[in-house]
């Protein structure tokens, strides 16, 4: 399973903007998708998951600012991201987990910069 972020950048406190990642190669039709942050000097943290099925789950400091979302045909999730702040600055990753498998794939990271 190969996964490919996309779509981070410099954006101004209160800006908005929208992640995306593809997943490739042996992907099950059973999975949850999800994006994590890592801000500097940070742990890792989830941000929202989804699963095939369209449950989602939110963190709750993106709680209403955040919206994820997937299109299964294309085997792509989004993250929406709205009103961002300078603590949203951070490397964003997205992951797939397979249902009934332990395993989690990570993707690559793409940079996001909040200037306040």
């Known amino acids: 399973v190969q996964l490919q972020a996309s779509g981070g950048g410099l954006v101004q406190a209160g800006g908005s903007l929208r992640l995306s990642c593809v997943a490739s190669?042996?992907?099950?039709?059973?999975?949850?998708m999800a994006w994590y942050r890592q801000g500097p000097g940070k742990q890792r943290e989830l941000l929202a998951g989804i699963t095939s099925g369209g449950i989602t789950n939110y963190e709750d400091s993106v709680q209403g600012r955040c919206t994820i979302s997937r299109d299964n045909a294309k085997n792509t999730v989004h993250l929406q991201m709205n009103s961002l702040q300078p603590e949203d600055t951070g490397v964003y990753y997205c992951?797939?987990?397979?249902?009934?498998?332990?395993?989690?794939?990570w993707g690559q990271g793409t940079q996001v910069t909040v200037s306040s």
């Open positions: 190669g042996s992907i099950s039709s059973m999975n949850t």
């Open positions: 992951t797939l987990r397979k249902l009934g498998y332990p395993k989690t794939y």
